[in-house]
């Protein structure tokens, strides 16, 4: 059997490619576990996997594989983390930092409760249980009594009369 390569294809890479294909999706999880994008584990779990290829006929024990290879991007990650360490040094001066004023979450919130307690009462039930209990439309119609369609009229209204609100114009205006 000829491989990609031009090299043929032995039972260590058949019995390898078995392998990835069984524990590819497992290990991938725990690739996407140490790094902060799909991109950057599937990137990792490859490394640690031509690793693992190259060890492949040191590793006696089938039942240890999983755990090599775990070794493997943990490893690989570590050594990754302090490549892209920063360097901190000390300083006389303390660089300005913006401090975010948490403030405007209550307010934004307390205009966007009191939009909504303007609402009609049907509108509004249905508003929060769509937005803030995040019931299906389907779950709101059987809660409230009525069918799939009427809950998403109601929605559609309410919401419209939102977009008009004054308050929640202005809101929107100055944040």
């Given at each position: 059997m000829v491989g990609v390569t031009g090299t043929a294809q032995t039972p260590r890479y058949d019995e390898f490619s078995s392998y990835v294909a069984e524990r590819g999706p497992a290990l991938m999880?725990?690739?996407?576990?140490?790094?902060?994008?799909?991109?950057?584990a599937e990137d990792l779990l490859q490394a640690a996997l031509v690793k693992t290829f190259l060890a492949w006929d040191r590793i006696a024990n089938p039942k240890t594989r999983d755990g090599y290879v775990r070794r493997?991007?943990?490893?690989t990650q570590i050594s990754?983390?302090?490549?892209?360490r920063l360097e901190v040094f000390p300083t006389d001066e303390i660089p300005e930092q913006r401090v975010e004023d948490p403030t405007w979450r209550t307010d934004l919130a307390d205009v966007v409760e009191r939009a909504v307690s303007r609402l009609p009462e049907r509108q509004r039930a249905t508003v929060v249980l769509r937005y803030y209990e995040d019931l299906t439309e389907a779950q709101i119609a059987k809660r409230m009594g009525v069918t799939i369609g009427t809950v998403k009229s109601t929605l559609s209204r309410a919401v419209?009369?939102?977009?008009l609100d004054a308050d929640l114009i202005i809101e929107r205006t100055l944040g």
């Open positions: 999880r725990m690739a996407r576990s140490l790094t902060n994008s799909h991109a950057d493997a991007m943990v490893n990754e983390w302090r490549r892209r419209d009369k939102l977009r």
